[in-house]
């Protein structure tokens, strides 16, 4: 260590919460200091409401070491990151957590009903830092029929495109261990709607927490949003999880219309067969895709939700900058 560093008190941390201007970052020796960022950040060219977040690793220069308090001097380069559109400033992006070992997407087909939309949007933010996916469906306790059907579809269509699913119960303990064992050993964020049971997931693995868990509201069957900041904790058996707010909804970041097979995994096999290297797999001839979706290669409610998303995506005018008025 140079000796400067070491007079400057220079540390290596890993920020664990991000609450606005304080985060929580935890020093190599397992101490806990509350840090603020000095001056201003720019990350990867991107502009991000927030320039930190909860898995980055950063630098850190210790202010009062009786308060343990310090100031944030440096970023490293991330590994990935899942970002989405920020719900309030459009042309912002909201970074959700970085370096991540995988993600585990909580749904719920009832109380609240998760979209297929919302499911394969978040699939395509894992997909497009090749960060692996897990689909967890909780409260099976109250899937009827009806709910069960769908999720039976759902099962199948998204094992065949190599995601693994599972089916929990929290509330009646059922299929919860089966969803532990894929955490052990790394650093995985949950994200969901509001209301489906991250908190409760990970109360369940980490009983001393006691985060808080809120009850759906009745009659709208959305969530609260109970957990208000991102935070990451240590898993007993190594690794770590992230807990974030539920989301309304996943607005993809970054991606054009060209690209977006490519983070459908089932698509991104087989586009060098469509005539047009430039093929967007609608009304194009000899297309690959088109013919795997009529030969049931390709689930047709996976094509139709790639085509949905498809027509939502705006072409940029130019990257991050909102049109000139
Ligand atoms: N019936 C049933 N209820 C559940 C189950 N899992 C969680 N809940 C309830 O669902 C409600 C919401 O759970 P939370 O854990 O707060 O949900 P969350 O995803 O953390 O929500 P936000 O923090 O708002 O994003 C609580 O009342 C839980 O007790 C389940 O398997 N079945
Ligand atoms: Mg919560
Ligand atoms: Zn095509």
């Not at 020093?27 to 409401?49: C, H, M, W, Y």
């Not at 993600?103 to 109380?111: G, K, P, Q, S, Y």
């Not at 759902?154 to 089966?178: C, D, P, Q, T």
């Not at 087989?270 to 093929?279: A, E, H, K, S, T």
Request: charged fraction near 25%; glycine fraction near 6%.
């Amino acid at each position: 260590m140079p000796i400067n560093s070491f007079s400057l008190h220079l540390m290596q941390a890993l920020i664990y919460k991000s609450t606005g201007n304080w985060y929580s970052a935890k020093l190599e020796d397992g101490n806990f200091v509350q840090a603020r960022i000095k001056g201003k950040f720019k990350i990867d060219g991107i502009t991000s409401t927030n320039p930190i977040a909860v898995g980055d690793i950063v630098e850190v220069e210790m202010e009062n070491e009786l308060e343990q308090t310090a100031m944030i001097i440096e970023i490293y380069e991330r590994r990935n990151y899942i970002n989405r559109k920020s719900p309030h400033q459009k042309y912002q992006h909201q970074i959700v957590a970085a370096n991540l070992d995988q993600t585990l997407l909580f749904a719920t087909i009832r109380e609240p009903r998760t979209s297929q939309g919302f499911i394969d949007r978040f699939l395509i933010a894992s997909e497009a830092y090749h960060i692996p996916a897990v689909i967890v469906f909780n409260k099976a306790d109250v899937y009827r029929k009806k709910e069960m059907d769908v999720y039976e579809v759902w099962k199948h269509m998204y094992e065949a495109v190599g995601y693994k699913v599972f089916l929990i119960s929290m509330e009646k303990n059922e299929g919860v261990r089966n969803v532990i064992d894929e955490l052990k050993g790394k650093v995985t964020l949950i994200s969901g709607h509001s209301g489906v049971g991250k908190s409760t997931f990970i109360n369940a693995i980490l009983p001393q927490l006691q985060l808080r868990t809120e009850e759906v509201s009745g009659w709208s069957g959305k969530g609260m949003h109970t957990t208000t900041f991102a935070e990451m904790y240590d898993l007993p058996g190594g690794g770590q999880i992230i807990d974030t707010p539920g989301v309304k909804e996943f607005g993809l970041v970054d991606i054009s219309k060209q690209e977006l097979s490519h983070y459908f995994p089932e698509m991104r096999v087989l586009i060098n067969d469509c005539q047009f290297n430039n093929c967007l797999h609608l009304e194009e001839p000899d297309c690959a895709v088109k013919d795997a979706v009529r030969n049931e290669k390709i689930h047709p409610l996976r094509y139709i939700s790639y085509c949905g998303i498809l027509a939502t995506i705006e072409e940029k005018r130019s990257p991050s900058k909102p049109p000139r008025r």
